[in-house]
């Protein structure tokens, strides 16, 4: 295959895979590690393993991480990719850091770069700092994540720490990559192991790839990557004429929105649907005293009359500080996405087969409650964000896996419209 990538979460790993699509190699989006009884990949295609190793341990990480390399280089990968998210969400501790120098050791990796940008979501890097939209990372919404808060937009102090052992990071300046190319090799050839990349727009991104086509561990958020194929091509490395296929047929029937991403953008869209289709509110204070608010009744209601429900997670920041002073951070996480994932197994019983998920943690959470180990790549709803066709024991299903700040308002509206 010509790239194997390793995902740190599900949203990322769909994320990462429609926009792969975009650049026309066939992908296979993979959920979890895979057996040895797996299909072999596809020649000169890309190979996608959904990991759910963002916010774990470090150790766990690392060790998940390098199970998916061993697959990937056992298949024949060429090149990997080690992608998370675009706004680099993270703690001192890792995952980013402890997972790239991990795959970098196993790899004899001399270098890597690390580029989270994602102009087309308004995620940018400029002289190391991160920008969401016109906000510095530090004082957009991320600064209130639940699980890993962004205090600090300077990229390179966020990962230094992450790596040890007086690890040096360097930076590839905007004014170097707009001298192209060239001018990025030699930076890479002069500087540390570890290198962060500004880009403000596609063609930035564009020249990166053509200068980091030779290395074989590479790094970042989903729009780097799309433009990998591209720089392969005008190497010669990778047929013009390969193309990702045609897209799948999503099933019909009754749908569910599941929202447990507690981010600015996605409590716009839970009110924006609330308007639009009966919603239940999950409230992890009441969730530990073993209330669910009718949880089940409501979603026998619904969609055992073909109708379209949500259950929502979804909290201001001051209910989310609430609940987790009272129950701990991860317990107050864990009895969300586990409420949402009987929603899942009961929507699924009563015959729901098309589910829109907000939120990383919770989508890994979902996912694997329905028993989905492939997906199939669809069409886009919002940028990063496609339709997903699967498989459960019941028959097909469709998914839509959306990080937390992708997409607008009525997204959730348009999803189900657009699956029919």
Same mark, same amino acid.
């Given at each position: 295959?010509?790239?194997?990538?390793?995902?740190?979460?599900?949203?990322?790993?769909?994320?990462?895979?429609? !926009?792969?699509?975009?650049?026309?190699?066939?992908?296979?989006?993979?959920?979890?590690?895979?057996?040895?009884?797996?299909?072999?990949?596809?020649?000169?295609?890309?190979?996608?393993?959904?990991?759910?190793?963002?916010?774990?341990?470090?150790?766990?990480?690392?060790?998940?991480?390098?199970?998916?390399?061993?697959?990937?280089?056992?298949?024949?990968?060429? @090149?990997?990719?080690?992608?998370?998210?675009?706004?680099?969400?993270?703690?001192?501790?890792?995952?980013?850091?402890?997972?790239?120098?991990?795959?970098?050791?196993?790899?004899?990796?001399?270098?890597?770069?690390?580029?989270?940008?994602?102009?087309?979501?308004?995620?940018?890097?400029?002289?190391?700092?991160?920008?969401?939209?016109?906000?510095? !990372?530090?004082?957009?919404?991320?600064?209130?994540?639940?699980?890993?808060?962004?205090?600090?937009?300077?990229?390179?102090?966020?990962?230094?720490?992450?790596?040890?052992?007086?690890?040096?990071?360097?930076?590839?300046?905007?004014?170097?990559?707009?001298?192209?190319?060239?001018?990025?090799?030699?930076?890479?050839?002069?500087?540390?192991? @570890?290198?962060?990349?500004?880009?403000?727009?596609?063609?930035?991104?564009?020249?990166?790839?053509?200068?980091?086509?030779?290395?074989?561990?590479?790094?970042?958020?989903?729009?780097?990557?799309? @433009?990998?194929?591209?720089?392969?091509?005008?190497?010669?490395?990778?047929?013009?004429?390969?193309?990702?296929?045609?897209?799948?047929?999503?099933?019909?029937?009754?749908?569910?929105? !599941?929202?447990?991403?507690?981010?600015?953008?996605?409590?716009?869209?839970?009110?924006?649907?609330?308007?639009?289709?009966?919603?239940?509110?999950?409230?992890? !204070?009441?969730?530990?005293?073993?209330?669910?608010?009718?949880?089940?009744?409501?979603?026998?209601?619904?969609?055992?009359?073909?109708?379209?429900?949500?259950?929502?997670?979804?909290?201001?920041?001051?209910?989310?500080?609430?609940?987790?002073?009272?129950?701990?951070?991860?317990?107050?996480?864990?009895?969300?996405?586990?409420?949402?994932?009987?929603?899942?197994?009961?929507?699924?019983? @009563?015959? #729901?087969?098309?589910?829109?998920?907000?939120?990383?943690?919770?989508?890994?959470?979902?996912?694997?409650?329905?028993?989905?180990?492939?997906?199939?790549?669809?069409?886009?709803? #919002?940028?990063?964000?496609?339709?997903?066709?699967?498989?459960?024991?019941?028959?097909?299903?469709?998914?839509?896996?959306?990080?937390?700040?992708?997409?607008?308002?009525?997204?959730?509206?348009?999803?189900?419209?657009?699956?029919?």
């Amino acid at each position: 295959m010509i790239l194997g990538c390793i995902a740190d979460d599900f949203t990322g790993a769909t994320d990462l895979a429609a !926009l792969l699509v975009r650049a026309q190699v066939p992908v296979s989006l993979r959920i979890g590690l895979p057996d040895a009884a797996a299909p072999a990949p596809a020649a000169n295609g890309v190979e996608v393993i959904a990991l759910k190793i963002r916010s774990i341990p470090p150790d766990q990480a690392v060790a998940q991480a390098l199970a998916a390399l061993d697959w990937l280089q056992a298949a024949g990968a060429r @090149h990997v990719y080690w992608k998370y998210c675009s706004t680099f969400d993270s703690t001192a501790r890792g995952n980013i850091g402890p997972v790239a120098r991990a795959l970098m050791d196993r790899m004899g990796a001399g270098r890597t770069l690390y580029v989270p940008s994602f102009p087309e979501n308004g995620r940018r890097v400029f002289m190391g700092n991160m920008f969401v939209h016109r906000q510095p !990372l530090a004082e957009s919404p991320m600064k209130d994540h639940p699980l890993n808060p962004m205090t600090d937009s300077d990229l390179c102090r966020v990962l230094r720490p992450q790596l040890g052992d007086g690890a040096a990071v360097g930076l590839i300046d905007w004014p170097t990559i707009r001298r192209g190319a060239e001018a990025i090799l030699q930076a890479i050839g002069s500087g540390p192991a @570890h290198l962060i990349c500004d880009a403000i727009d596609d063609a930035d991104l564009a020249a990166l790839a053509q200068a980091a086509r030779d290395m074989r561990l590479l790094t970042g958020g989903s729009a780097f990557a799309r @433009h990998l194929p591209d720089a392969w091509r005008a190497a010669g490395r990778l047929d013009p004429a390969s193309a990702a296929g045609a897209p799948p047929k999503m099933p019909k029937g009754p749908a569910i929105v !599941l929202s447990g991403s507690c981010s600015a953008m996605t409590r716009r869209q839970v009110a924006n649907f609330a308007a639009q289709a009966p919603v239940l509110k999950l409230d992890a !204070l009441r969730l530990a005293s073993g209330d669910d608010g009718g949880m089940a009744e409501c979603i026998a209601a619904q969609i055992g009359a073909g109708r379209t429900c949500m259950i929502q997670g979804t909290a201001e920041p001051a209910e989310v500080a609430a609940a987790q002073a009272a129950l701990g951070v991860e317990k107050a996480g864990e009895l969300v996405e586990l409420a949402l994932a009987r929603a899942a197994r009961i929507a699924r019983n @009563h015959g #729901a087969t098309r589910f829109v998920v907000a939120g990383g943690e919770t989508s890994g959470a979902i996912t694997n409650a329905l028993g989905i180990t492939a997906l199939r790549v669809g069409a886009e709803i #919002a940028p990063g964000v496609p339709w997903c066709a699967g498989q459960d024991a019941g028959g097909p299903l469709a998914v839509a896996l959306k990080s937390g700040n992708f997409g607008d308002e009525d997204f959730f509206a348009r999803a189900l419209e657009q699956a029919g």
